[in-house]
C-alpha cells in the first residue's frame, strides 16, 4: 500500500509541475509574488473549498508525510490572492 501511495503521489506531483509551468507561463501571477524560504516542492489545494474540509486535509496529509518521511521540514501556508492553502515541504540534506 505505501509503494502504490508513493508512485500516486509521485504521479499527481509530475502532473502538478507540468500545470504549474504552463499556468506560470500564461498569466501574471508570478510578477506578484513575494520572496519565500527556499523549498524543494510546493503542494496547493484547490482555492474556494469548504474551509473545513480543508483544514482537515492539509491536516491529514501533513500528518502522513510526519509519519512515513519525519525528516521533511513542512509550512503551511494560506494563499490569499488564490485563497487555497498551500504545504512547503524542504528536505534537509543532511
Known amino acids: 500500500p505505501l509503494h502504490s501511495m508513493r508512485v ?19 498569466s501574471d501571477l508570478w510578477r506578484y509574488a513575494t520572496t519565500t524560504a527556499h523549498c ?12 473545513q474540509e480543508i483544514k482537515q486535509l492539509v491536516a491529514w496529509l501533513v500528518d502522513i ?5 519525519p525528516q521533511l521540514k513542512i509550512e503551511i501556508r494560506h494563499h490569499k490572492l488564490k485563497d487555497c492553502y498551500a504545504l512547503y515541504l524542504t528536505a534537509g540534506y543532511k
Do not use: C, H, Y
Open 8 to 26: 500516486r503521489v509521485g504521479s499527481l506531483i509530475q502532473d502538478g509541475i507540468v500545470k504549474g509551468q504552463r499556468f506560470a507561463l500564461s
Open 40 to 51: 524543494d516542492l510546493l503542494v496547493t489545494f484547490k482555492p474556494n473549498q469548504n474551509e
Open 65 to 69: 508525510i510526519k509519519t512515513n518521511e
